[in-house]
């Protein structure tokens, strides 16, 4: 089924759209959530939340790409889980190290009240994406996105783990570059 068609499902409330969902992008929202939390069971508890949450919000809104709508809330869902059990002294992620690879070019205490500061960032970063090359751009958001392991990104793209490290070494002090020339604060 594609995705116009499930989209539809959940315009006229059919329970099937949540079926649909999950056979063609199940296994999609649980490679985001686990690799946020590193446990089954919260992971799959994010997915079912994202199929909720996708549910709630469809209608109003209509997805354009439905696999970026589920893989922004599988994220986010899971993001705010890391959050708790951190809260609670649960660790077992990579989310801090990825945060902390970041945070030389974008500032971890970013002020979420200047929505267009927010807007500014976030058109110096597509534009940032879209120079890259495609396959360090690829590279770049497994990492930064979807939070990926080195060691897997290395495997999928057949290439070493200091290779990957050193990509994205280069790709981050390109953004860092690029964010102070539009001087965009750090």
Not at 149 to 173: G, W, Y
Request: proline content about 3%; some cysteine; charged content about 30%.
């Amino acid at each position: 089924m594609d995705d116009k068609q499930i989209v539809d499902l959940y315009w006229v409330r059919s329970e099937k759209a949540i079926t649909e969902t999950a056979n063609k992008y199940g296994k999609y929202c649980y490679y985001i959530a686990y690799n946020i939390l590193y446990n089954n069971n919260d992971s799959e508890e994010c997915v079912n939340d994202t199929y909720l949450k996708a549910w709630n919000v469809i209608p109003p809104q209509r997805p354009n790409k439905l696999s970026t709508f589920l893989g922004k809330i599988t994220r986010n869902l899971a993001l705010d889980r890391y959050r708790y059990n951190s809260r609670e002294k649960r660790r077992g992620s990579q989310v801090p190290l990825i945060i902390d690879e970041l945070a030389e070019c974008i500032s971890a205490t970013g002020n979420i009240e200047h929505i267009i500061d927010e807007m500014v960032l976030v058109d110096c970063l597509n534009r940032f994406l879209a120079m890259l090359p495609a396959e360090t751009r690829k590279i770049f958001m497994r990492r930064y996105w979807y939070f990926s392991p080195i060691k897997d990104i290395a495997k999928d793209f057949s290439i070493s783990k200091s290779n990957v490290k050193m990509t994205l070494l280069r790709a981050r002090n390109k953004l860092k570059q690029l964010l102070e020339k539009e001087g965009i604060e750090i």
